[in-house]
């Protein structure tokens, strides 16, 4: 498969033209890629409004993931916005309200999106609650909700996969979905490397209607290169609005280091899949062998290794630090989990270096404390309202009745512990606490 943006990048680099043009180091080396860094000269396209090299490209990523595909350099983030600015047009064409069914862990970008599109948001809630990372919603419960739900919204939208590793059951959730008329969208951040599996798992092989990767947090890609993907059944519709919605949310000066990392990666997903296959089979091994040490595992995803800590009489973090000492660091850590991501980029000899750390870690008696219940908040005001007013920082601890203006939680993981315009309650406080959080933007008084 060619490469026609790095293709046309070396070419200008190597014919060491004047560049009168931005940006401002003149592809003079201080970090030393600058000579391939442009903008949008004459040849080198332009993503919002693709018609070259660029078009060329994304056509290619389209074959490879078998769907109408558009690139992002600004991560899944902006393609999260694009989407639900394609649903809410979608929605209002078909006569559906501004509305969005959503599993609760969604990342933060979909608070904002929502501010700024004014949606208004129904919570699906998992029946279990072992982490607010965490939300299974199965068929039966999407169909009790749809079934009832008065308006019905415009979209269904999952995290899949989450923070943790665990996998939705797309399949059935999209029959659901277009059983009621409702387009599905799944943020599939950690997920771009699924299509790549013998058989696919990527949610648009299994039914999704719209789907985000970030390429570069599971295939090698520069860190802010992402996918939006749209189906075959809403393609006719929501294709020619595509670059409309990511222009909206996206800077006019697109990085090219991101689009040729893209670019390249058309070249390597040809000869992926038995790379994925021989990782995916190593990291089963593993998750086997530390096991059989007594860890307890969390997480279906097929290069995620995600440890339930405190059965092992640990927490999350102090695995992580204990990892940090042997030179390794970890994708995240709480309380509850520690997160370990793979690619064919690590070698057998790095996963056996995991495994013997791992392993001579001694176990201890199990922590038995677990982490504060999400209870659903009290809804104030929309999202809308509350991430547009005025607002101020305060001790967590002395938030209680207070109405939450921002989501107040970093990135990773991202995943709002209360959301915006809902009062903060005493367990809600308790909640913040557990996972470290000790100031919150709240609406001022």
């Not at 009290?378 to 967590?396: D, G, H, K, N, Y």
Request: net charge negative; glycine share 6%; hydrophobic share 40%.
């Amino acid at each position: 498969m060619n490469t026609p943006i790095c293709d046309f990048v070396r070419r200008y680099a190597s014919e060491n033209p004047l560049r009168l043009h931005m940006p401002g180091h003149k592809g003079v080396p201080v970090l030393g890629m600058e000579h391939l860094d442009l903008t949008e000269i004459d040849g080198a396209d332009s993503l919002y409004e693709a018609d070259g090299i660029i078009r060329e490209s994304e056509e290619n990523a389209g074959r490879h993931f078998g769907c109408r595909t558009y690139y992002s350099t600004e991560g899944s983030s902006q393609c999260i916005r694009a989407m639900l600015y394609l649903a809410r047009l979608y929605g209002k064409r078909h006569g559906a309200a501004p509305l969005v069914a959503a599993a609760r862990n969604v990342h933060k970008t979909f608070l904002s999106a929502a501010a700024l599109l004014d949606l208004s948001v129904d919570w699906l809630y998992p029946e279990e609650d072992s982490s607010y990372l965490a939300c299974r919603i199965t068929p039966q419960t999407l169909e009790t909700y749809l079934h009832s739900a008065d308006p019905r919204p415009m979209a269904v939208y999952l995290t899949s996969p989450d923070y943790l590793g665990n996998v939705a059951d797309i399949a059935g959730l999209s029959g659901v979905c277009r059983r009621y008329g409702v387009l599905l969208l799944v943020d599939n951040a950690h997920g771009a490397y699924l299509r790549f599996l013998l058989p696919s798992r990527h949610p648009m092989d299994l039914g999704a209607d719209l789907s985000c990767d970030s390429a570069h947090k599971t295939l090698p890609v520069l860190t802010g290169g992402a996918y939006l993907h749209l189906a075959a059944s809403v393609e006719a519709e929501l294709a020619p609005h595509a670059k409309n919605a990511l222009q909206l949310f996206g800077s006019t000066s697109p990085s090219y280091l991101i689009l040729q990392s893209l670019d390249a990666a058309n070249r390597y997903l040809e000869t992926y899949p038995e790379k994925l296959a021989q990782t995916a089979r190593r990291l089963d091994a593993l998750k086997e062998e530390l096991r059989g040490a007594g860890y307890t595992l969390a997480g279906q995803e097929a290069l995620k290794l995600t440890i339930s800590a405190k059965p092992y009489g640990y927490t999350g973090t102090e695995l992580a630090e204990i990892l940090r000492t042997h030179r390794m660091e970890c994708e995240f850590a709480d309380p509850d989990f520690l997160v370990l991501m793979f690619t064919p980029e690590i070698g057998t000899d790095e996963m056996a270096r995991v495994s013997d750390v791992l392993r001579r870690i001694p176990q201890k008696n199990p922590l038995t404390a677990p982490p504060p219940v999400s209870i659903p908040g009290e809804r104030v005001c929309s999202i809308r309202e509350a991430m547009l007013a005025w607002s101020e920082t305060v001790p967590a601890a002395a938030s209680v009745g207070r109405i939450l203006a921002a989501p107040s939680v970093a990135c990773p993981p991202a995943v709002p512990i209360l959301v915006c315009g809902e009062r903060i309650t005493a367990a809600a406080v308790e909640r913040f606490a557990y996972y470290g959080i000790r100031e919150l933007t709240v609406i001022a008084e």
